[in-house]
């Protein structure tokens, strides 16, 4: 059974979450399913994450291995 | 342009932070006076010039009043004795507060102290006096090197 995956966004403005109550700093990976999508949607419109679940622009470690026998 | 929203501190809620968790004490906090940062600057003057040359240092730290409710008994889910305890610690200990002036529900915007350097530097123990029917209150004040803004999310 293929598993849900998981609302992580990377944090662009300092943050509080209602979920921890704990502060997330520019930067930080955070785990945003205590929202709604629509909040969710919300919170990126105005700039205070951007999404990280898999999207290869916003992970570094998903960048391309250099190819090997490039053409 | 419109005439802004107003907002009053009816919604307000505090928080402290003495080790790695926050905890709401709106229950027992009244007042937060507006705390203020300055910049400091500096002049000199030249024979050339009828104004001033002015050069600009690093922003400095900020005190941030805090006025509650003073309730009996010595436990941490009083207000002043959370401060006091933490005041009272051998070369004192932290006490960060956070603050949203309307309310930390998600969305809201809220301000907090330094999680690493938040030092109360005075506490005003409960008096009294026995001409008045006002409540017992209590203060303190949060020195810290700066207040940084968030959004609950």
């Known amino acids: 059974m293929k598993s849900e995956q998981r609302p992580i966004y990377r944090v662009l403005h300092t943050v509080v979450l209602s979920s921890d109550r704990q502060i997330y700093?520019?930067?930080?990976?955070?785990?945003?399913?205590?929202?709604?999508p629509e909040a969710r949607r919300q919170f990126v419109a105005k700039g205070l994450f951007e999404t990280a679940?898999?999207?290869?622009?916003?992970?570094?470690?998903?960048?391309?291995?250099?190819?090997k026998n490039c053409p | 342009?419109?005439?802004?929203?107003?907002?009053?501190?009816?919604?307000?809620?505090?928080?402290?932070?003495?080790?790695?968790?926050?905890?709401?004490?709106?229950?027992?906090?009244?007042?937060?006076?507006?705390?203020?940062?300055?910049r400091?600057?500096?002049e000199a003057y030249v024979f050339g010039e009828d104004t001033a040359v002015i050069g600009v240092g690093k922003r400095g730290p900020m005190d941030v009043n805090v006025r509650g409710v003073w309730v009996a008994g010595s436990t941490t889910a009083s207000g002043f004795y959370t401060v006091y305890q933490e005041f009272t610690a051998a070369c004192g200990d932290m006490v960060a507060l956070r603050?949203?002036?309307?309310?930390?529900?998600?969305?809201?915007?809220?301000?907090?102290?330094?999680?690493?350097?938040s030092e109360v530097t005075s506490l005003t123990f409960p008096g009294g006096d026995a001409g008045s029917a006002d409540i017992i209150m209590f203060?303190?004040?949060?020195?810290?090197?700066?207040?940084?803004?968030?959004t609950v999310a």
């Open chain 1, 25 to 36: 700093l520019p930067g930080a990976i955070v785990d945003l399913s205590h929202l709604s």
């Open chain 1, 53 to 67: 679940d898999g999207e290869p622009a916003n992970i570094p470690a998903n960048e391309p291995l250099p190819c």
């Open chain 2, 1 to 38: 342009m419109a005439l802004p929203a107003g907002v009053s501190a009816c919604s307000m809620c505090v928080e402290l932070m003495t080790s790695t968790t926050w905890v709401d004490y709106s229950d027992h906090l009244s007042v937060i006076d507006p705390p203020v940062q300055t």
């Open chain 2, 40 to 42: 400091p600057t500096g």
């Open chain 2, 99 to 117: 603050w949203g002036p309307m309310g930390c529900t998600s969305g809201q915007d809220v301000f907090y102290t330094s999680t690493t350097k």
């Open chain 2, 139 to 150: 203060e303190f004040v949060v020195h810290t090197p700066d207040v940084t803004h968030a």
